[in-house]
T-cell receptor
Framework: ETGVTQTPRHLVMGMTNKKSLKCEQH?????MYWYKQSAKKPLELMFV???????ENNSVPSRFSPECPNSSHLFLHLHTLQPEDSALYLC??????????????FGPGTRLTVL | SQQGEEDPQALSIQEGENATMNCSYK?????LQWYRQNSGRGLVHLIL?????REKHSGRLRVTLDTSKKSSSLLITASRAADTASYFC????????????FGTGTKLQVIP
């Protein structure tokens, strides 16, 4: 878990609130990811940023809005969420080359509860 | 989809025993990775095996890869209570594609 930090670790919000999740990587990687992990479901890839450009948006609802201001920081802006959005949100980073991605390094996650 | 699927979904063993988890996938890969997750925490990378490798060791971990069968196995020898966690395989495609696809995981419980 060292190398990739996430804040806050826990978040409880109402459906009308606006909040943001923050991720920071200190590993010098060129790609960052947002994943959603719900109970009894596979890890779902939400967004991928490669060199600060979004290269993947896995059909995520517009109430989730990512932002990558530089290669070390990644945000996930949340607004008008639904109770089914309650989950563990994981950030990861990796070094991507022309062939494939290598090991992903994960943050500890933000446990989100939507009331 | 090249999503990995782990088998079994859950495994309970006594401390000291070996634990074996299997992963199957559907399409060609560049590498396969195994991760571990303690309850409610982030994933921790354990080992990466490339498509041209057949076996890899790291401490008490042994990973095999059979690309003809599109399967991999993770063996944890002499298990400890601290090995209790969920274990995931993840596949990375070939051709410059940076997406890594995770399986559903095996929940391992090691009883002291």
């Amino acid at each position: 878990e060292t190398g990739v930090t996430q804040t806050p670790r826990h978040l409880v919000m109402g459906m009308t609130n606006k909040k943001s999740l923050k991720c920071e990587q200190h590993l010098g990687h060129n790609a960052m990811y947002w994943y959603k992990q719900s109970a009894k479901k596979p890890l779902e890839l939400m967004f991928v940023y490669n060199f600060k450009e979004q290269t993947e948006n896995n059909s995520v609802p517009s109430r989730f809005s990512p932002e990558c201001p530089n290669s070390s920081h990644l945000f996930l802006h949340l607004h008008t969420l639904q109770p089914e959005d309650s989950a563990l949100y994981l950030c990861a980073s990796s070094q991507v080359n022309r062939v494939a991605t290598d090991t992903q390094y994960f943050g500890p996650g933000t446990r989100l509860t939507v009331l | 989809s090249q999503q990995g699927e782990e088998d079994p979904q859950a495994l309970s063993i006594q401390e000291g025993e070996n634990a074996t988890m299997n992963c199957s996938y559907k399409t060609s890969i560049n590498n396969l990775q195994w991760y571990r997750q303690n309850s409610g925490r982030g994933l921790v990378h354990l080992i990466l095996i490339r498509s041209n490798e057949r076996e890899k060791h790291s401490g008490r971990l042994r990973v095999t890869l059979d690309t003809s069968k599109k399967s991999s196995s993770l063996l944890i020898t002499a298990s400890r209570a601290a090995d209790t966690a969920s274990y995931f395989c993840a596949t990375a495609g070939s051709g410059g594609y940076q997406k890594v696809t995770f399986g559903t995981g095996t929940k391992l419980q090691v009883i002291p």
